[in-house]
């Protein structure tokens, strides 16, 4: 059977890219993947090539720099990834009439609401990764392409390094943890990402111009609480203890409160998304080469 779209997918090596190879097995369209080797999205000679070489229908692009204390430090690296190589592969959908989707951040808010953020609140980045992340999310608005933009916070998998992998590594071999209480979020299975964004693509095709949407499991809870329930899933006897923020101190500065909205993006695409402790379990059983049921 023909492929239904060709779908390109930079950054599959990373969290998200692993996931969304995980979860379309199923799918009937045909799945490109890139990493820099094949793809470098800051390249406009490497972005063309890829995209006559392929003639993709979608792109999804999973690459970023994502070092959020060390982007404080490496500003132009942060900048090439996040906004200029966006900017050149929007402006490559919007030639070549590819639809494109794009991943951004929580971490363009500031934190400050006291209700969860809806996309059209105003954003305000507090560190050079949030700033440069929506620097991108504007200069693919500007390009003129079809496409949209997810916001999505505190991604974890069973792939590569991210919260829950450090808290689980370090739980085994030490009594007491520190973890702050004072952020508040939700977090995201890559998982459930990857669904959602296999979801968009198979439903793509009346949408025009860039729509934001927001992205996170349901539920809401600290670093703390998390790092809690990390510890009582996995089974693990080490002592959470909460702290705040300010004793433990970090290049970049994070926003204290960044609950997503996602009411837009579960009506417009008629999606269920699963509670975060209900994704953790499937996420841990699958660290520890389990099935979960
Ligand atoms: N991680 C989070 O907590 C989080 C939270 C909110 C939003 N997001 C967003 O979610 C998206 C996916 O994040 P992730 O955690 O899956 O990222 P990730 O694991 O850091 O993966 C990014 C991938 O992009 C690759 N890459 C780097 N430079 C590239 C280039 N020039 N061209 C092509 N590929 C390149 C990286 O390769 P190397 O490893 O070799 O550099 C890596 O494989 C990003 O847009 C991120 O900003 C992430």
Redesign the pocket.
């Known amino acids: 059977m023909k492929p239904r779209f060709t779908i390109l997918v930079?950054?599959s090596?990373?969290?998200?890219?692993s996931a969304i190879k995980a979860e379309n097995k199923n799918t009937a369209h045909h799945f490109i993947y890139t990493?820099?080797a094949e793809?470098?999205?800051?390249s406009e000679d490497s972005v063309e090539e890829n995209i006559e070489k392929h003639k993709p229908n979608i792109i999804i692009n999973?690459?970023?720099y994502?070092a959020v204390d060390v982007a404080e430090e490496e500003q132009s690296m942060a900048e090439l990834?996040n906004t200029t190589?966006v900017t050149i592969l929007s402006d490559a959908c919007y030639r070549h009439k590819i639809f494109m989707i794009h991943?951004?951040?929580?971490y363009v808010f500031d934190g400050r609401n006291f209700k969860p953020y809806e996309e059209c609140d105003p954003a305000n980045p507090l560190s050079v990764y949030g700033y440069t992340?929506l620097q991108g999310e504007q200069q693919m608005i500007l390009s003129g392409c079809n496409g949209v933009i997810i916001r999505?916070?505190?991604?974890y998998s069973a792939y590569?390094n991210?919260f829950v992998k450090t808290i689980l590594k370090h739980a085994q071999h030490k009594e007491s943890l520190n973890v702050v209480f004072d952020q508040v979020g939700t977090p995201t299975y890559?998982n459930d990402l990857a669904d959602g964004i296999l979801t968009i693509a198979n439903n793509h095709l009346n949408m025009e111009h860039v729509v934001t949407y927001n992205f996170s499991n349901e539920g809401v809870c600290s670093w703390y609480d998390f790092a809690q329930s990390i510890v009582e899933i996995a089974e693990l006897n080490c002592h959470i203890n909460p702290i705040k923020s300010a004793e433990y101190l970090t290049l970049a500065q994070r926003p204290y409160y960044t609950v997503l909205d996602k009411t837009q993006i579960k009506t417009d695409f008629n999606i269920e998304i699963p509670h975060w402790r209900e994704s953790l379990k499937k996420c841990i059983f699958e660290i520890n080469g389990n099935q979960y049921i």
């Open positions: 930079c950054g090596n990373g969290q998200l890219g990493d820099l793809m470098d999205i800051s999973c690459a970023a994502t990834l190589a991943i951004s951040t929580d992340k999505t916070s505190w991604l590569g991210n890559a």
